[in-house]
């Protein structure tokens, strides 16, 4: 994204390393910003074993924010993708409990009122930060949408579980009066399943890249997007979940940047994980990834959709990929932690490092 001089509020005060990062980032150097997009796990918003108050979610989107503005610090203009599950589920059962006194509200509505949710509370814990640390940049959260097809074999085969555990005399209900799809889960009830589709495009695409290249601190595309569909040239909204590190790629992707991170609740992608030979990966090419994934190392539930979607990102032109925790953020982004996905290079592009690596000496 080619950066655009646009005029901004200096930092008061003598901090003249803050002023001249906010400077590089809002495109004022001579020099080209670097560009990253942030996947924010699910742990970075409620951690293992709590409730998922607004205090506790709160409490880590700061711990988060410190993380994020380290990454200003290095020079990275960003923008922010985050999970929303455990607070749709929430949304589904505040709808589904108060509907005799309260109007109800369909999946897609959910998914929109849980981004602006958790982009409210990203968006004022980044902002604190910044200025806490003398940071001068402007923050955003937009309510994101992302098409899907009507066509997409997903629709027909509903498999992502959403919203709370039901008996199986409720569930039965709940498929009678309602046509939900419902699977057992043994241990715990039944519980309500919906499409997976495969995300086409963002529909606010160029907004946000609009506003990134101005210098602004983006938070988007949270939970994969509202789901939406077009019909005879108007979007309408479906009953469906996104993954949202497959949308996070698609539009680290169409931006263009330079990384796109996930932050998850390890580290590293290990190989054999949590199993007698388990070995940290720390900078693999594409290809030998993509035969880790065919070896079965990576579960579908788990690590499998984020290396699938870092290798979207790289087939699509990307340049490298990160996955860690958001505890070794700035330090991944380094080099120094986190597991490291790059593009293959052609055998031209490696002559020309090579040609490069002898002129320098």
Request: charged share 20%; aromatic share 4%.
């Amino acid at each position: 994204m080619a950066p655009r001089r646009m005029e901004g509020r200096r930092l008061a005060g003598p901090n003249s390393n803050a002023n001249h990062l906010w400077s590089h980032f809002r495109g004022e150097d001579s020099c080209m910003a670097k560009t990253a997009l942030v996947a924010v796990g699910g742990n970075s918003l409620i951690r293992a074993g709590e409730k998922g108050t607004i205090a506790e979610q709160l409490a880590n989107t700061r711990r988060t924010a410190v993380a994020i503005v380290g990454l200003i610090r290095l020079g990275y203009r960003l923008v922010i993708t985050h999970g929303n599950g455990p607070q749709v589920g929430a949304q589904l059962l505040r709808s589904e409990r108060a509907s005799d006194v309260a109007y109800s509200q369909t999946l897609d509505v959910c998914g929109a009122a849980s981004q602006g949710e958790i982009g409210y509370l990203l968006a004022q814990s980044l902002r604190n930060e910044l200025s806490a640390q003398g940071i001068d940049v402007p923050v955003v959260s937009l309510v994101t949408q992302t098409v899907v097809s009507q066509d997409d074999p997903a629709m027909q085969h509903p498999t992502k579980p959403i919203g709370p555990f039901y008996s199986k005399a409720d569930a039965e209900e709940k498929h009678r009066l309602l046509g939900w799809h419902i699977v057992e889960d043994a241990a715990r009830g039944y519980r309500r399943v919906v499409p997976s589709p495969e995300p086409m495009a963002i529909v606010e695409l160029d907004a946000v890249r609009s506003l990134v290249e101005q210098g602004t601190l983006v938070v988007s595309t949270g939970g994969g997007g509202v789901p939406v569909v077009e019909v005879n040239g108007q979007l309408q909204g479906v009953e469906a979940v996104i993954d949202k590190d497959r949308a996070s790629a698609l539009l680290a992707a169409n931006l263009k940047v330079n990384r796109f991170v996930i932050s998850t609740d390890t580290d590293y992608v290990y190989l054999n994980y949590r199993k007698s030979g388990q070995s940290p990966l720390t900078r693999v090419t594409a290809t030998e990834m993509k035969q880790h994934l065919r070896d079965g190392h990576f579960p579908p539930g788990n690590m499998g959709p984020k290396v699938e979607s870092v290798l979207r990102f790289l087939e699509s032109g990307g340049e490298e990929a990160v996955i860690t925790s958001f505890e070794h953020l700035c330090e991944a982004v380094t080099g120094g932690a986190g597991t490291h996905i790059v593009r293959d290079r052609s055998e031209s592009e490696q002559v020309t490092d090579r040609e490069l690596a002898v002129a320098e000496k």
